[in-house]
């Protein structure tokens, strides 16, 4: 069966891109999510298999919103997602629960090596 995935990014074109390499590989993308806030309502109600969470994002940035979902749902599954250069906030959010992380620009088989690694 296919993996439902949400992917949270206030970026329109990189959810498009995400979106692309994960249906090309056989994931379903189950919604996505333009901020950390709509990351937190979305996951509650569509209970993915995994969260592909940008860090960076207005209203709730990707790492209060892991910490919400981690809240809500200890086995959460979250990869995050980053510039280059946010060193800091990546050991945060790896401290904060997240099981992997992917640096922009995106290489598609480095976001479906993480895919794969945390969900199979």
């Not at 056989?26 to 109600?45: D, F, L, P, T």
């Not at 290489?107 to 199979?120: C, H, M, P, W, Y």
Request: proline letters at 3%.
């Amino acid at each position: 069966m296919a993996k439902n995935i949400l992917i949270c990014d206030d970026a329109a074109f990189m959810r498009m891109m995400i979106k692309d390499i994960l249906s090309k590989n056989g994931y379903n993308v189950a919604g996505e999510a333009e901020n950390g806030a709509k990351a937190v309502e979305k996951y509650a109600e569509l209970k993915p298999d995994l969260v592909l969470m940008d860090i960076t994002m207005p209203e709730m940035d990707g790492i209060q919103a892991l910490k919400k979902i981690k809240e809500s749902d200890p086995s959460a599954l979250v990869i995050m997602c980053s510039a280059m250069g946010q060193q800091a906030m990546v050991i945060e959010s790896i401290q904060a629960g997240a099981k992997d992380f992917i640096v922009k620009p995106f290489q598609a088989d480095r976001v479906i090596e993480a895919v794969k690694k945390v969900v199979g």
